[in-house]
């Protein structure tokens, strides 16, 4: 598989996430908060876009031959440094991965303030980060 057929499957699964999650705005924050399995499908969910997100950028980079991040936020900031994506972008997506990894570790202390918001508000951040990535490649 080339590195551009890379980049066209982690879009694809990105947006197959995102369409997941949309199904799951209908949902109060109470309901997500006390509702054990909606609660942990919308964590995974969440998780799996911000991941596919990562990981389209960590393609991208390989295909631009551009140096190797040593963090997986780092890969946004290089991103942006080779005007691949805006700066705004960059700082929201690196404030993603931070959620992504307390998804993955500190799951037990997750503050469903910031869930909800990024269920709500932060998914067409995403959805940015693709069609950016769409005009470089």
Do not use: C
């Amino acid at each position: 598989m080339t590195n551009f057929a890379i980049i066209e499957n982690k879009i694809s699964s990105v947006k197959k996430y995102l369409a997941i999650l949309a199904d799951y705005k209908k949902y109060a924050r109470p309901e997500i908060e006390t509702a054990v399995d909606l609660r942990g499908a919308i964590e995974r969910y969440l998780y799996l876009a911000i991941q596919a997100a990562i990981d389209l950028a960590e393609a991208t980079i390989s295909y631009k031959n551009l140096r190797k991040p040593s963090t997986l936020s780092e890969s946004f900031n290089i991103l942006e440094e080779n005007n691949l994506i805006s700066a705004d972008l960059a700082e929201k997506l690196i404030k993603m991965t931070g959620f992504r990894n307390l998804v993955a570790h500190d799951y037990e202390n997750l503050n469903y303030d910031i869930v909800y918001d990024i269920l709500q508000n932060r998914l067409p951040d995403i959805e940015d980060f693709i069609k950016q990535i769409e005009k470089v490649n």
